[in-house]
């Protein structure tokens, strides 16, 4: 693998992104807003606080997390399946000096930028609302990428065992939906069953959850086991979307 | 000067031979034809050659290169027109050119200007900001043409290259590759059009089911069998082309 020839096809799909952001930024930016208003002063309405916070500052920093999950996912599998096999967009590269593990690391590249980019824009976001209580949100940027990494990782492995592109729903409703609601954005999960907590723990987003509201609360003490758990994950996680996409690929 | 030669390939897909133990050695500025067709394991061998897969045996070497070991270098110095419409629809026509320039760090200066050369070339010059679903099958296969030959190289692969166009478009394409045949470019295609061979082809592979049945110029074929180079086939394999 080279990184030069992997940041090739990262400038592909910025090129591209670039076209077509104004729409995307707007699309992705919406959803989120759109949770941050519904349950921040829908639901907040009816609650006093949590943690000792207005609801609606609980929820802000988990936003953070899931909008740049979802901007990850949904590149990485639905965009990425597509690339591969409608539009043949990876033949085309693979023709090129560009070889499999480039291109497979460019889309890791790529899908944690977008994670990162899409983190941004809500750290941006609820700053301005004054929903955060410490500039210290600020590092949760580099986080975003290292955990963006983790859901690109975990979608080409998707894309790369999916017989078809309707498969792809099943991993939205039964992993996606379920993490995103456990992750303790919404709620903390202290209350529920045990072991909905242990489970939560196996999964990113509950981690990047907690770093965000670490570091939005000022306390970056708070943040460190979630950052190890996401740095330990990319590293294990590392070789599966190389060796799986080019069984899929390369028949 | 040997610019590609295959020992003994063979390629298993599944348990199922595409390619089974196949020998040539395709010399420079040669335009060499596989013909034979569909599952005859052309496409496989051109895949084998671009470096996209892997032989399961046997040995392929490309401008000196080992297809398994360099990839990149070979890669480097050949171009691929692909059956398929493998064209960016997220970018547009000469976008198409220039991003594909940058896989083979190709800089903005260079690709900008060659691209409004090329399209010039193959009549596209007025489809350059258009996006590719605007394109008909012609202009499409033009295009896939001339990203085939962005980055200057010395060994052209060409899938199936006419398949799918009226006769106007073909001709054009005929005459396109006629012009890199006189400038020393190496070009390798697979056809199942007996005139499309018999035009551009110096020596043409017969294939059926994996393997190659005879090496030979086109004229050679016809002069020894009879006929035209269906009919040889028909002699050869007992089969028709098209079955």
Redesign the interface.
């Known amino acids: 693998m080279?990184i030069?020839?992997a940041l090739?096809v990262w400038?592909?799909h910025f090129?591209?992104y670039r076209?077509l952001y104004m729409s995307s930024i707007a699309l992705n930016f919406v959803e989120p807003v759109l949770y941050l208003v519904a349950f921040g002063f829908g639901l907040g309405g009816y609650i006093s606080e949590v943690e000792g916070k207005p609801y609606i500052n609980f929820i802000a920093p988990g936003i953070i997390a899931s909008s740049s999950m979802f901007a990850t996912i949904y590149e990485c599998t639905y965009g990425t399946y597509v690339r591969i096999f409608f539009?043949?967009?990876f033949?085309?590269?693979?023709?090129?000096?560009?070889?499999i593990d480039d291109l497979i690391a460019g889309e890791l590249i790529w899908g944690a930028t977008k994670s990162m980019l899409y983190g941004i824009i809500i750290v941006g976001t609820i700053s301005a609302f004054r929903l955060v209580d410490s500039p210290l949100v600020v590092l949760v940027i580099p986080v975003l990428f290292l955990s963006g990494l983790i859901f690109a990782q975990i979608s080409l492995v998707c894309v790369a065992l999916v017989p078809g592109v309707d498969s792809l729903n099943y991993f939205y409703t039964l992993f996606l939906s379920p993490m995103f609601l456990l992750s303790g954005i919404f709620f903390p999960l202290d209350n529920l069953p045990a072991f909905v907590g242990k489970v939560a723990w196996f999964t990113p987003l509950y981690h990047l959850t907690n770093v965000c509201r670490a570091f939005a609360a000022g306390s970056p003490g708070n943040a460190l086991e979630g950052a190890v758990w996401i740095i330990v994950v990319v590293i294990l996680l590392a070789p599966f979307p190389f060796r799986l996409m080019k069984r899929r690929i390369?028949? | 000067m040997e610019i590609i030669t295959a020992k003994d390939l063979i390629k298993d897909y599944n348990g199922f031979r595409a390619v089974d133990g196949v020998s040539f050695s395709i010399v420079k500025g040669e335009c060499f034809g596989f013909l034979g067709p569909n599952g005859a394991g052309k496409t496989t061998i051109m895949r084998i050659i671009h470096c996209f897969l892997p032989p399961t045996g046997g040995e392929v070497r490309v401008l000196g290169y080992d297809v398994t070991k360099e990839p990149s270098l070979i890669k480097a110095r050949m171009g691929v027109m692909p059956q398929d419409d493998s064209l960016d629809p997220d970018l547009s026509v000469i976008q198409n050119l220039v991003v594909y320039g940058r896989y083979f760090d190709m800089p903005k200066k260079k690709t900008v200007p060659l691209a409004r050369e090329l399209l010039a070339s193959v009549g596209l010059t007025d489809k350059m900001k258009a996006n590719i679903r605007e394109l008909s099958g012609g202009m499409k296969r033009s295009l896939l043409l001339a990203r085939s030959i962005v980055n200057d190289p010395d060994v052209i692969i060409l899938d199936e290259p006419t398949t799918g166009l009226d006769p106007h478009s073909r001709q054009m394409v005929w005459k396109r590759l006629e012009d890199l045949k006189r400038q020393g470019k190496t070009l390798l295609l697979t056809t199942h059009y007996m005139e499309e061979a018999e035009r551009l082809c110096d020596r043409v592979a017969i294939m059926d089911r994996g393997k190659i049945i005879v090496i030979a110029s086109p004229r050679d074929l016809m002069d020894e069998h009879g006929g035209n180079l269906e009919a040889v086939y028909l002699t050869l394999t007992g089969r028709k082309l098209e079955d």
């Open positions: 080279k030069k020839r090739r400038q592909r090129t591209v076209k539009q043949k967009t033949d085309a590269i693979l023709a090129t000096p560009v070889n390369i028949r």
